[in-house]
């Protein structure tokens, strides 16, 4: 997929959206308190949940990193592993126990690798690893989705978009993620009047929903380049009339932020004609699924973006955007830096601890910048590494901040 990419890479900082996300307070949301030990260290409770295919490997690698670079701020980690999806319904029959939805509630975050699988395919819905997730979500509430998708200077010949169309794009996009089509009643699939099947879902929202989303994208949108974009179909949904009403309403409250308007089938064309157009985005359930997927592909590769889903309170969901790649589970092919990166947004979003996330992300580029690169981003001129190489060199970049401090 990438064009040759040369090895004499300058070392180079990352664009606006990873240091507008260091900028960025957790606000509105509430961080984690923590514990302080004995020896004055801060302590964190986090609940792992690998999940399936490639999401034990991935998760495996970024706890070492978290264990790493938190050592090297102060910060210990006491990690409980639970499971979720497919691996679930393996072990207590159902995608998501009630043993795992405690262990969440009851942590300072929560770091997940993947859901599902082929083999869990032909499982009725409410079997599905799938549903799993969405259960969790809505047992955490956590409405606000962040994806970040942007190009890193070492990547953009991976995009599959020209070079002068991909470099640069830095874009943020705010999903709302517990309401929705998704989470609308009514629902199901039922037989009408002349014996068809006919599937329905309700795509549905009520002020407040949209409001407290708004509100996130707003105050992400002032932290970073002051441009928000609403994406809705008001034009054919009384649901997204309601939306793009209140949207527009609460812009008063923030005249720093230029706030525009587009027709999701416009946003999806836009963001492959000129996606540097684009700051912050702010969209629905099903809205925000698509086009953060197509964003993604924009940056090189699903495997590199990371996502956080946080509440008013209580604790975050971090996880990487890609699924669980049954096909190369177990073949050490994986991409891990998703989930790494997600690990940085956990210390960031979840937790405040900016200056571990930071050593994350700067480790991340340090590896990029040697030249190493998994199936998914690799071009001629650079080294191809497996899922646990890729970790391993993450984590000497960790160590290697701190020699160069010294």
Not at 175 to 201: A, D, H, M, Q, S
Not at 212 to 235: P, Q
Not at 326 to 352: C, E, F, R, V
Request: one cysteine or more; charged letters at 25%; aromatic letters at 6%.
């Amino acid at each position: 997929m990438a064009a040759a990419l040369q090895t004499n890479i300058r070392p180079v900082k990352f664009p606006a959206t990873f240091r507008a996300l260091t900028k960025q307070s957790p606000a509105p949301f509430r961080v984690r308190c923590c514990a302080v030990n004995s020896a004055g260290k801060k302590r964190y409770n986090i609940t792992l949940l690998p999940g399936d295919g490639i999401g034990p490997e991935v998760i495996s690698i970024a706890k070492k990193v978290l264990q790493q670079a938190g050592s090297l701020e102060g910060v210990e980690f006491s990690f409980r592993e639970m499971p979720v999806g497919g691996a679930a319904l393996d072990l207590v029959g159902v995608p998501l126990p009630e043993e795992t939805i405690s262990a969440a509630k009851d942590s300072d975050a929560v770091l997940l690798g993947a859901i599902g699988g082929y083999k869990w395919d032909k499982n009725e819905k409410h079997l599905k690893p799938e549903t799993g997730l969405l259960q969790l979500r809505a047992a955490l509430k956590v409405f606000a989705n962040l994806r970040p998708a942007t190009v890193l200077p070492q990547l953009v010949d991976a995009s599959t978009l020209k070079r002068e169309v991909a470099e640069g794009v830095d874009l943020m996009v705010v999903r709302e993620l517990t309401g929705g089509i998704y989470f609308g009643v009514p629902r199901g699939i039922k037989t009408n009047e002349n014996g068809e099947e006919v599937g329905f879902n309700t795509e549905v929202y009520a002020a407040h929903e949209i409001d407290r989303i708004a509100r996130v994208a707003f105050e992400t949108a002032r932290k970073r380049r002051g441009k928000l974009c609403s994406v809705d179909k008001a034009n054919v949904l009384e649901a997204s009339i309601l939306w793009r009403r209140r949207v527009t309403a609460l812009a008063a409250e923030y005249p720093d932020v230029e706030l525009s308007h587009m027709y999701v089938d416009n946003a999806a064309m836009q963001l492959v004609r000129d996606p540097k157009q684009f700051d912050t985005i702010v969209t629905n359930n099903i809205f925000g699924d698509i086009l953060s997927d197509e964003a993604s592909m924009i940056t090189g590769s699903i495997g590199m973006l990371p996502s956080a889903s946080l509440s008013d309170s209580g604790p975050g969901l971090f996880e990487p955007i890609h699924g669980s790649a049954p096909d190369i589970a177990g073949q050490d092919k994986a991409n891990p830096l998703a989930t790494i990166l997600s690990a940085a947004m956990l210390l960031k979003y979840g937790l405040g601890e900016e200056k571990a996330a930071k050593r994350i992300e700067d480790a991340v580029l340090g590896a990029l910048n040697k030249g190493f690169r998994t199936g998914d981003i690799y071009s001629n001129g650079t080294k191809l590494v497996g899922c646990k190489e890729m970790g391993e060199e993450v984590l000497k970049s960790v160590d290697s901040q701190v020699h160069a401090s010294v």
